[in-house]
């Protein structure tokens, strides 16, 4: 069998609650701080989507700190959530791995000039993208 055995995920998905329907909000950021931190889109932290919003609180509680040392988390792509050093960056939050966009303004290109990945040692390593092109897509 090429299955690997996930018990505790298992566990969860036969006694855990069932969401059948859900609403995470109409617009980017607003959606994503509803998807990570459960919370009902009037009650979130992140509540504008033009990058002047304050950024995830150090007491907001997002999935990957519920899921705390557990389990090892990443994320990868935009963010958008609170650029580095602020408490709403993904390692601030819980997530132990991140490469991608955080800021919610420099995301909205195809092409973004930098990503962030906290794989080559430093939290915001830049890794600087002038040679992206679509044709890299395609790789």
């Known amino acids: 069998s090429h299955e690997i055995p996930t018990p505790n995920i298992q566990r969860l998905a036969d006694e855990g609650m069932r969401f059948l329907r859900g609403y995470s909000g109409q617009v980017c ?9 459960g919370r009902h889109s009037g009650h979130c932290t992140v509540r504008g989507n033009d990058g002047s919003y304050t950024p995830l ?7 990957a700190r519920a899921l705390g040392e557990q389990y090892v988390t990443g994320i990868v792509g935009k963010w958008g959530l ?4 602020t408490t709403g960056y993904p ?6 791995h991140y490469i ?24 915001a390593a830049q890794v600087h993208l002038e040679w992206w092109s679509p044709q890299l897509a395609l790789l």
């Open 100 to 123: 991608g966009q955080a800021s919610q303004v420099a995301c909205h290109d195809w092409y973004p000039k930098t990503m962030q990945n906290n794989t080559l040692g430093d939290w």
């Open 57 to 63: 609180l150090k007491s907001d509680v997002t999935v």
């Open 29 to 37: 950021a607003p959606s994503r701080c509803t998807l990570m931190t």
């Open 91 to 96: 390692l601030e939050q819980g997530f132990q």
């Open 82 to 85: 609170g650029d580095f050093n």
